[in-house]
């Protein structure tokens, strides 16, 4: 681990108490600590010492895609190996078994009512805090669920699939058969395969598939001209 205080660098390894020797995901909490994580091992670094949980601790993690800190201080963690969440105590693990669709957790995020939402392999998950609830194709979302989000200005759960954009509205959520809008060349939108995205603090999502994707959905939800610029990168 490498930090750039804006004047230097310090270095943290094996000898200043560091138990990764590869990073794939660090979270920064509420409380300004770090969560360093790696195969099956997930550190903390509160800025001056390192706290490793692992098997012995009840992470039952593999390799480590994604994490997130939800609005409660829970800190959740997907990969290959399904879904975790840490109350600050303990470990609570979740697979197929517990209702998850898939075992491979791509991304996290947490709507405006307290919902958990993944993205995987087999489309994506809702988990209220007792139950999953599963939309795949056959519930008018794509069944691979690479990138979702939440935006807050506009009360929308977004998607990224391998056919462009979906959202969902917030008010959705609570119906048995949500409505997903979809946005992709067969609704309009050239938007085709997308890798990822980020939601701005104007509730403009800019997606990216090799180039840049500026989505405005006011704009559109206003009827007003298209905000879809394309940039080249």
């Known amino acids: 681990l490498i930090k750039f205080d804006g004047i230097g660098y310090s270095t943290y390894e094996k000898e200043q ?15 300004n600590n770090l969560w360093l994580m790696g195969e ?3 550190v903390k670094f509160d800025g001056s010492s390192f706290a490793s949980y692992d098997s012995a601790q009840g992470f039952k993690g593999g390799s480590i895609y994604t994490s997130f800190a939800d609005s409660k201080k829970n800190i959740w963690i997907g990969g290959d190996n399904g879904l975790s969440k840490f109350d600050g105590k303990y470990f609570t693990n979740y697979t197929t078994l517990d209702g998850l669709p898939d075992m491979y957790i791509w991304n996290i995020t947490e709507d405006g009512l307290g919902n958990i939402w993944l993205g995987t392999n087999a489309g994506a998950s809702k988990f209220d805090g ?9 519930d008018g979302l794509s069944n691979s669920v690479v990138d979702v989000g939440y935006d807050p200005v ?11 954009l ?13 409505f997903f809008q979809h946005y992709n060349p067969r609704t309009g939108f050239e938007f ?14 800019w997606a990216r598939d090799g ?23």
């Open 17 to 31: 108490g560091l138990a990764l020797d590869h990073i794939t995901e660090i979270l920064e909490d509420d409380a």
């Open 40 to 42: 099956g091992r997930v």
């Open 130 to 138: 007792n139950k999953f609830f599963n939309y795949k194709a056959k």
């Open 154 to 164: 506009n009360k929308l759960i977004w998607f990224t699939t391998e056919l462009g």
């Open 166 to 178: 979906a959202s969902l509205g917030l008010d959705q959520t609570k119906l048995e058969k949500p």
């Open 192 to 205: 085709p395969s997308i890798l990822g995205f980020v939601i701005d603090k104007q509730g403009i999502v």
């Open 211 to 233: 180039r840049v994707f500026r989505f405005g959905y006011k704009d559109i939800s206003n009827s007003k001209p298209i905000p879809l610029q394309i940039r080249n990168i």
